[in-house]
């Protein structure tokens, strides 16, 4: 073998790797330099042609012609009467250029410079891949399901680099099929054993962010500025967004015209509720705004202890409260306050009655379920419509119904 067709010996590398030729053959060039330093001692004095085009190498060595007998260094010296032997014309002192053929190494050394190579080309892969996605942090991607685990699913971006999706990063409802595509945030990027791994999320308030930025044009061209967002993955969250332009709505433009833009989101987040919230440095008004849909009456604020007293009527409660509490623990997140909600003293509940006096009547397990929404007492439980107790509870109707009739007697 004369030369080394790169082309056809190594092509396998070319096909299943991500790595261009040119980056193939400054690797092979620097795997054969370093093989003729092991061999010759230094490789100062050859010159290694790759042709790029035809996929061929060439290695040549450069030798300085020097009187027979003294010869000091065959690597860098050769013998007058050898280098006639090349070429009849060469006097002492001219330079002679030889080629060094690929059957001038032994079977060992190929296979030495053939497993250097792969160690390299893996060695570039992976760090290209560290540092390609080291750079894309935060940013969206898309990818196609290769294999579903019970703890994380492997994902295949459009180059085939395989992405992670743990368990605890997928939204609860999130269910995929091997080929199915799927969009998450690249939340982290790690060495471990020099193999990277990428990390997806799809509960990241960063996700949320991002599709905000592909949705709405407003907030990609920082017209509209996101200041929080907080999330329970698949159940609601809460985004606080503002805007310095005077003549754009943040809320609206975020919506969209009958939510047209929020819908999409909504979609890819299982039809999590999203609440879009306009932000204000006034805490009151912030506090309130984070509690919708329900409508507070007033507010006491502690700057020390950053806790707030919202007193609202007993129909409002359950709705600040919210379903499993969501809203009240994501309106104190966005906020920052630690909030408490009380019925307002002003409303008539003289004659209102605890739920708990009703246990020999209503299991414990309702009359818990009854609180876990806000409504503790009889008549606050009676100010809202059997289906909207239904939607906020996990009782049935007919339960609720009976709940209801126990309740109303009390008042007959």
Not at 211 to 227: A, C, N, R, S, W
Request: proline share 3%.
């Amino acid at each position: 073998m004369d030369h080394l067709n790169l082309v056809e010996t190594f092509a396998e590398f070319k096909d299943f790797k991500n790595i261009d030729r040119e980056t193939m053959m400054r690797i092979l060039e620097d795997v054969f330099r370093h093989m003729l330093e092991k061999q010759y001692g230094s490789a100062d004095n050859f010159d290694i042609v790759v042709n790029i085009d035809k996929g061929d190498l060439e290695i040549w060595r450069l030798r300085e012609i020097v009187e027979d007998g003294k010869v000091e260094d065959p690597n860098t010296q050769i013998a007058y009467s050898e280098a006639i032997k090349i070429e009849p014309d060469f006097e002492v002192g001219e330079e002679v250029s030889e080629e060094i053929k690929m059957k001038d190494f032994g079977r060992r050394e190929i296979l030495t410079i053939r497993q250097n190579l792969i160690a390299k080309i893996q060695e570039y892969e992976k760090d290209n891949v560290y540092q390609k996605y080291k750079d894309r942090i935060g940013e969206i991607v898309t990818g196609e399901v290769y294999q579903v685990w019970k703890k994380e699913i492997l994902v295949l971006d459009d180059e085939y680099i395989e992405l992670i999706l743990p368990k605890s990063e997928q939204i609860p409802s999130d269910y995929y099929r091997k080929g199915d595509t799927i969009r998450a945030v690249v939340s982290k990027v790690d060495m471990r054993n020099n193999v990277p791994q990428i990390i997806l999320s799809r509960t990241s308030p960063v996700f949320l962010e991002r599709l905000f930025e592909q949705e709405v044009p407003e907030v990609y061209d920082g017209l509209i500025t996101i200041k929080n967002i907080v999330r329970v993955p698949g159940e609601r969250a809460k985004i606080a967004v503002e805007s310095y332009d005077d003549r754009i709505d943040p809320v609206g433009a975020c919506v969209g015209m009958k939510g047209s833009r929020i819908h999409g989101i909504v979609r890819e987040l299982k039809n999590e509720n999203i609440d879009v919230i306009n932000f204000t440095a006034n805490s009151e008004l912030y506090i309130q705004r984070a509690l919708s849909p329900a409508k507070i009456t007033s507010i006491r604020i502690d700057e020390a202890t950053r806790r707030a007293e919202v007193y609202m009527k007993p129909d409002q409660v359950s709705l600040a409260i919210g379903k499993g509490g969501f809203n009240i623990k994501l309106a104190g997140k966005l906020t920052g306050y630690e909030i408490d909600v009380y019925r307002d003293t002003e409303i008539d509940t003289d004659d209102d009655v605890d739920l708990v006096e009703f246990s020999d009547e209503i299991q414990e397990w309702i009359i818990e379920e009854l609180k876990s929404i806000g409504c503790d007492t009889a008549k606050s439980v009676l100010s809202l419509e059997v289906d909207d107790l239904v939607k906020r509870t996990d009782l049935e109707e007919e339960t609720i119904l009976e709940v209801v009739k126990i309740l109303k007697s009390e008042f007959e």
